[in-house]
């Protein structure tokens, strides 16, 4: 990848942050904490101020926190950091050689360094049916408002993908009382994120709770007229729905850079260890950012979380602001899940793990799942199990090699096997 070197941005320069999610507002809060006195612009195509999403599928869906609780920070925080929010603001073209950006209504944005923070939209079924009403995704404030209007009437409810905003929305929907059904077209629950035991452990979770489970099927076409009735399935099972709620990934939303140049990669765009993409001055930062990571063996991946975006929006404010000298991105990936009264804790990346302990016995419903790597700790999964996560993430940052037998003692806290 041919990455432009950068120096330091100019005193008086002004940096285009696009995204007004996790990463962007980011982004720009750590450009003024280090120190940068330029203009800093903050473009989000949605209408809202940045907001936390994680709590969409949990408690906002629940309608246990109010939208103003959602917010990163407060309105009057923006102004007195003379960070200028623009709202429903889409950027659809980027000019590297002029330096300028070009909103959806048309209107030119000049910037001398850009931050590419958009994120992505949720990935739709493309299958017959799809568009009927009472078809929902997961992925804005509006998105959920939507739904929650159209949940008042609805007695059944097709939950469409088995991964953490599927199950996370089923749960909460069970315990308002609809009778919900998770269709997934792995083998299993959680099968990108999770081991085979912690896939069991949720599977009997819900199903406890009342929520029919579908795994290994995939869906042949949603059926209505005009609004969804029901979800056929591909070996023929008709799921009767009065609301589908679809889960099923993220696209990232990296068109403007790609038509400009900038390397595509896993459904994003390339980066390196500050951010920087291939175009001189504009850095991509968060969901739409493939990067090499450490975590993963040093392969090329990509991150959907809260810690990745922040992390990464630390990475390239520092590289705008102190140039090379400053540190690239290097974090352990963490990542959460609360579904009924279970919370999910993981650190690492368990992709590509030869083996696993368990830690504890699942049937208390706290216990953790070790992830192991040719000998080495690289992930652990902790559910209700607070004390195994933070002494955990220190196993795999130093990727510590232990005995399967000494791990799976739960008696013996993480941190006394260093």
Same mark, same amino acid.
């Given at each position: 990848?041919?990455?432009?070197?950068?120096?330091?941005?100019?005193?008086?320069?002004?940096?285009?942050?696009?995204?007004?999610?996790?990463?962007?507002?980011?982004?720009?809060?750590?450009?003024?904490?280090?120190?940068?006195?330029?203009?800093?612009?903050?473009?989000?195509?949605?209408?809202?101020?940045?907001?936390?999403?994680?709590?969409?599928?949990?408690?906002?869906?629940?309608?246990?926190?109010?939208?103003?609780?959602?917010?990163?920070?407060?309105?009057?925080?923006?102004?007195?950091?003379?960070?200028?929010?623009?709202?429903?603001?889409?950027?659809?073209?980027?000019?590297?050689?002029?330096?300028?950006?070009?909103?959806?209504?048309?209107?030119?944005?000049?910037?001398?360094?850009?931050?590419?923070?958009?994120?992505?939209?949720?990935?739709?079924?493309?299958?017959?049916?799809?568009?009927?009403?009472?078809?929902?995704?997961?992925?804005?404030?509006?998105?959920?408002?939507?739904?929650?209007?159209?949940?008042? &009437?609805?007695?059944?409810?097709?939950?469409?993908?088995?991964?953490?905003?599927?199950?996370?929305?089923?749960?909460?929907?069970?315990?308002?009382?609809?009778?919900?059904?998770?269709?997934?077209?792995?083998?299993?629950?959680?099968?990108?994120?999770?081991?085979?035991?912690?896939?069991?452990?949720?599977?009997?979770?819900?199903?406890?709770?009342?929520?029919?489970?579908?795994?290994?099927?995939?869906?042949?076409?949603?059926?209505?007229?005009?609004?969804?009735?029901?979800?056929?399935?591909? &070996?023929?099972?008709?799921?009767?729905?009065?609301?589908?709620?679809?889960?099923?990934?993220?696209?990232?939303?990296?068109?403007?850079?790609?038509?400009?140049?900038?390397?595509?990669?896993?459904?994003?765009?390339?980066?390196?260890?500050?951010?920087?993409?291939?175009?001189?001055?504009?850095?991509?930062?968060?969901?739409?950012?493939?990067?090499?990571?450490?975590?993963?063996?040093?392969?090329?991946?990509?991150?959907?979380?809260?810690?990745?975006?922040?992390?990464?929006?630390?990475?390239?404010?520092?590289?705008?602001?102190?140039?090379?000298?400053?540190?690239?991105?290097?974090?352990?990936?963490?990542?959460?899940?609360?579904?009924?009264?279970?919370?999910?804790?993981?650190?690492?990346?368990?992709?590509?793990?030869?083996?696993?302990?368990?830690?504890?016995?699942?049937?208390?419903?706290?216990?953790?799942?070790?992830?192991?790597?040719?000998?080495?700790?690289?992930?652990?999964?902790?559910?209700?199990?607070?004390?195994?996560?933070?002494?955990?993430?220190?196993?795999?940052?130093?990727?510590?090699?232990?005995?399967?037998?000494?791990?799976?003692?739960?008696?013996?806290?993480?941190?006394?096997?260093?």
């Amino acid at each position: 990848m041919n990455i432009h070197p950068n120096e330091p941005a100019r005193a008086d320069a002004h940096v285009l942050v696009v995204g007004a999610g996790q990463a962007g507002a980011q982004a720009a809060i750590s450009l003024r904490q280090a120190g940068f006195a330029g203009r800093i612009t903050l473009a989000g195509a949605e209408p809202d101020l940045p907001y936390e999403r994680p709590p969409l599928s949990k408690d906002y869906l629940a309608g246990e926190r109010t939208a103003d609780r959602l917010l990163l920070r407060p309105p009057a925080f923006w102004a007195a950091r003379a960070i200028d929010i623009r709202l429903s603001c889409r950027i659809v073209a980027v000019d590297p050689g002029a330096g300028r950006a070009t909103t959806q209504s048309g209107e030119t944005i000049a910037y001398d360094r850009l931050i590419w923070a958009a994120g992505g939209g949720a990935r739709r079924l493309d299958c017959p049916g799809a568009g009927l009403a009472g078809v929902h995704v997961i992925r804005t404030r509006e998105d959920v408002d939507r739904l929650r209007a159209d949940l008042a &009437g609805a007695r059944q409810v097709a939950v469409v993908g088995g991964g953490y905003i599927g199950l996370e929305a089923a749960a909460v929907l069970a315990r308002l009382g609809r009778a919900v059904t998770v269709i997934e077209a792995m083998p299993r629950l959680l099968a990108r994120v999770a081991g085979e035991e912690v896939s069991a452990f949720y599977r009997a979770e819900h199903l406890r709770h009342g929520v029919a489970v579908r795994t290994g099927t995939t869906v042949e076409c949603l059926e209505g007229k005009g609004r969804i009735e029901a979800v056929r399935l591909a &070996g023929g099972e008709r799921v009767a729905a009065d609301v589908v709620i679809v889960g099923i990934g993220l696209v990232p939303e990296v068109a403007p850079l790609v038509a400009a140049g900038a390397e595509p990669e896993l459904g994003g765009v390339r980066v390196d260890s500050h951010g920087r993409t291939a175009l001189p001055g504009i850095y991509a930062i968060g969901d739409c950012a493939a990067h090499a990571n450490r975590f993963a063996g040093g392969c090329v991946i990509r991150l959907e979380s809260v810690q990745n975006a922040v992390d990464m929006a630390k990475a390239a404010a520092a590289h705008v602001c102190a140039g090379d000298a400053a540190p690239g991105y290097d974090s352990c990936p963490w990542f959460w899940s609360n579904q009924y009264d279970l919370r999910l804790q993981t650190v690492g990346l368990s992709g590509g793990a030869d083996a696993r302990v368990v830690r504890g016995d699942p049937a208390s419903r706290a216990w953790s799942l070790v992830y192991l790597r040719a000998g080495a700790v690289v992930a652990v999964d902790c559910i209700n199990a607070p004390r195994d996560y933070v002494q955990g993430r220190v196993l795999v940052e130093r990727g510590a090699v232990i005995a399967p037998d000494r791990l799976a003692d739960p008696a013996t806290p993480l941190k006394e096997l260093l």
